[in-house]
């Protein structure tokens, strides 16, 4: 699997998916709690460096290193 998340995309999806979990856990009790656990999704794919939608999509926003 190769690593297809450059640095700054790496980093939001970690702010984002600790924030959904965060609301998900210690937010508001407004019913819709829930909705904070997607924030694992982007929370994983930023420490594994792969995102499968990325893949599907052909797209990549890490520098390529050139020899």
Same mark, same amino acid.
């Given at each position: *699997?190769?690593? %297809? *998340?450059?640095?700054?995309?790496?980093?939001?999806?970690?702010?984002?998916?600790?924030?959904?979990?965060? $609301?998900?856990?210690?937010? +508001? @009790?407004?019913? $819709? %709690?829930?909705?904070?656990?997607?924030?694992?999704? +982007?929370?994983?794919? @930023?420490?594994?460096? %792969?995102? +499968?939608? $990325?893949?599907?999509?052909?797209?990549?926003?890490? +520098?390529?290193?050139? @020899?």
């Amino acid at each position: *699997m190769t690593t %297809n *998340m450059g640095g700054i995309d790496r980093g939001l999806r970690i702010i984002i998916g600790l924030a959904l979990l965060w $609301y998900a856990l210690l937010g +508001p @009790a407004t019913g $819709y %709690n829930w909705i904070g656990w997607i924030g694992v999704v +982007p929370l994983l794919t @930023a420490l594994v460096g %792969n995102c +499968p939608l $990325y893949s599907i999509l052909g797209v990549s926003t890490c +520098p390529v290193k050139k @020899a």
